[in-house]
Every structure is written in C-alpha cells, then in structure tokens.
C-alpha cells in the first residue's frame, strides 16, 4: 500500500508540475542593462555582503551547531557529461634530515570550477554571447580565462540562509523528476515553517531530496531533476537574494517543462539578475534537523578568471 502511495503522490506531484510550467522570454540587452548595481559592477548579489549582513547572520547563530553541505570530491562523484575529474598522488620529496621528513602532493586534473558542490560565477552563463551587465563574452575572454567576472571577485559570503523544504512539505523523500516547484509551494514551505519570511541578501536554498541520489544512482541523478521553475524563480529572485542554492545539479527543474528552452533560470539568475547559484548542496542533514534558518558561509577558490568553483559552505545556527 505504502509503495502504492507514493506512486500516486508522485503521479498527482507531476500533473500539477505539468500544468503550473511556465515560458520565458530572454530580455533584451536594453532592459536588463545596465545593472541595479551599475554599469560597472561585477559582483551583482555579492554587493550584499556588507558589515550589517555579517551581523545579521551571526545573530542566528545560538548553538553552535554547524552543517556541512559539500559533497566529497572523490572519483565516485556525479559529473555532467563532458566533465572529469582526475587525482594522482605525488610521492614527492624525503627524507630530509635526521627526523626523515617526507613529503606529499597531488596533481588535480578537472574542470573545477564546475565539479562537485559548485558555485556558479557570472562568466559561467551567457545570453547570445552576454554575460551579467550585458559585458561581451568575446571581449573578455582568454585562454587563460577571463578578464571580468572571473570568480575572483566574489570572495567571502556570509549572510542568512533560508532552507525552503518542499520535499518535505510535499511528505515525501523525494520529488518525481518531472516536479516543476512553484510560487505556491514556496509559500506554503515557508508558512509550514514557522511563517519564515524572505529577506533581501538572503542564501535562498531549496530541498528537493534529488541530492539522496548522488553517490548511489548517479546516472539517474544527471537524467534530470525537479526544481524550480520560471515563476518561482522570478517570484525568488524579486525577494533579492545573494544566492539561490538546491540540493540538485541545475537549482531548477531539467529539462525544462517548456522544451524550447533550455535552463531559462541560469540566465535568469546569473546573466540578467546577478544572483549566483550553488549546486549539487548536501541538505539532507538540515532538513532532517529542520534547522530553516542559520548562517551562512561560503567562499570561492580565488581562480582568476574562472566560471565558478567547487566550494564547501557551511550552514550555522
């Protein structure tokens, strides 16, 4: 009866998905340029961080408690088709000296600004060869990366997060693949919640349970994901947050309901509103716990010139 059960939630899950999809339409370099935050700017979002944020987030932290969100990087990992990810160990050097000292490296080979628990950098997405304040993709691009909006210039992120459950609002595990989340659900998440409210340069993170698939059903994993959709991330990023962030590969749903597109809320987020997104986050742990609101914090490696970055955020309450 129970599998029987979750069969028809997840049937009823996906009819609702199919009739709640929503088109976009890419806006036109004259209406998203320049900026809100000029013409110049390169860290959209990340103006955010400001000392008063800081305080803010630390003012949730009363235990103590912290959560790790990074998946390990390991051989065993999901990795999207074309990607790879390579360790040698370097038996280097020893011994020196009377205490025989030795020493060890590794050589990574990857694409790792994009592997792994990933933060998405400005030069990551592009709109018909645009990047974020309509700056040229051709214009800035090398071969040794580019020069603007490498991940460079984020650094350190610390602000209050936000975990939406909607796998848990839902009262299952796991989202069909085919679950389109919308405005609603949302809603509803943050009002299960205890009435949580969104605030402006918040850490927006969604729980789908897609992220229970990494590690055990890896091609499934990459197959396609529930997520958001066109209205719920229009509907997020009105709340203007820092970073909008889930436990799957994309933080929307792939592939998009509306096939003409293909995923509209990376442009959305990253190329017109300069919000930048994390992905592939552990938040099993944080669910579990119902911890909903905490800080939190995240730094990108200082690749210059890079798309993004594996990362290991924190979440403290």
Known sequence: MKTVAVAIAASLLGFAADAAAQSWRPPAP?????????????????????????????????????????????????????????????????????????????LVTSEIGQVGTQFDGFAHQALDRLF?????????????????????????????GVLIDVAGLKGVEILPINYEITVADLEQALQKQGGLKLQAGDAVLINTGWGKHWGVDNKLFVSGCPGIGVAAAEWLLKQDPMLLGSDNFPVEIAPNPDKSINLPVHNMALTVAGVHLLENLRLEELARARAYEFALVVQPLKLKGATGSTVAPTAIR
């Open 30 to 106: 004259s209406e998203r340029c320049p900026s809100k935050w000029g013409a110049a700017d390169q860290r959209g979002a990340g103006n955010h961080m400001t000392p008063a944020n800081v305080l803010r987030a630390a003012r949730l932290i009363k235990t103590g408690q912290a959560f790790e969100l990074a998946h390990v990087l390991g051989p065993e990992m999901v990795l999207n088709a074309g990607r790879q990810y390579e360790m040698h160990v370097k038996r280097t050097t020893g011994p020196f000296g009377d205490n025989k000292r030795y020493s060890n490296e590794e």
């Open 132 to 160: 974020y304040n309509c700056i040229s993709m051709d214009e800035i691009a090398t071969r040794t990366g580019f020069t603007k909006l490498g991940v460079e210039n984020v650094g350190t992120l610390m602000t209050r």
